[in-house]
Nanobody, 123 residues
Framework: QVQLVESGGGLVQAGGSLRLSCAASGRTFSSYAMGWFRQAPGQEREFVAAISSGGGTIYYVDSVKGRFTISRDNAKNTVYLQMNSLKSEDTAVYYC????????????????WGQGTQVTVSS
């Protein structure tokens, strides 16, 4: 059974940084795309970033380009999201996702979701 466990969320001041981690278990994820979505209160779930199985294809939502970096360590079945220059509008619950095959940008294309980790940016 696939399990995704996020960590690294918390409270940070605007302009600060956080690094989210997501440890996947239950199978070998070297052929899976991995990514992150977020959901702010009263809003729909939003795509943030995704990375292909080999790391050669990476997508970001425009609002985080140049500030966030997604990476993965296949030996550890772990995906990371380095978030710099955080803004109040980045406040949300961040979810780790995985799917077999290619990267995708819509929630319905991902088979597995973590429980989420809260990121709060104070201004």
């Amino acid at each position: 059974q696939v399990q995704l466990v996020e960590s690294g969320g918390g409270l940070v001041q605007a302009g600060g940084s956080l690094r989210l981690s997501c440890a996947a278990s239950g199978r070998t994820f070297s052929s899976y795309a991995m990514g992150w979505f977020r959901q702010a209160p009263g809003q729909e779930r939003e795509f943030v970033a995704a990375i292909s199985s080999g790391g050669g294809t990476i997508y970001y939502v425009d609002s985080v380009k140049g500030r966030f970096t997604i990476s993965r360590d296949n030996a550890k079945n772990t995906v990371y999201l380095q978030m710099n220059s955080l803004k109040s509008e980045d406040t949300a619950v961040y979810y780790c996702v995985v799917r077999p095959g290619r990267v995708a940008k819509t929630p319905g294309q991902y088979d597995y979701w973590g429980q989420g980790t809260q990121v709060t940016v104070s201004s």
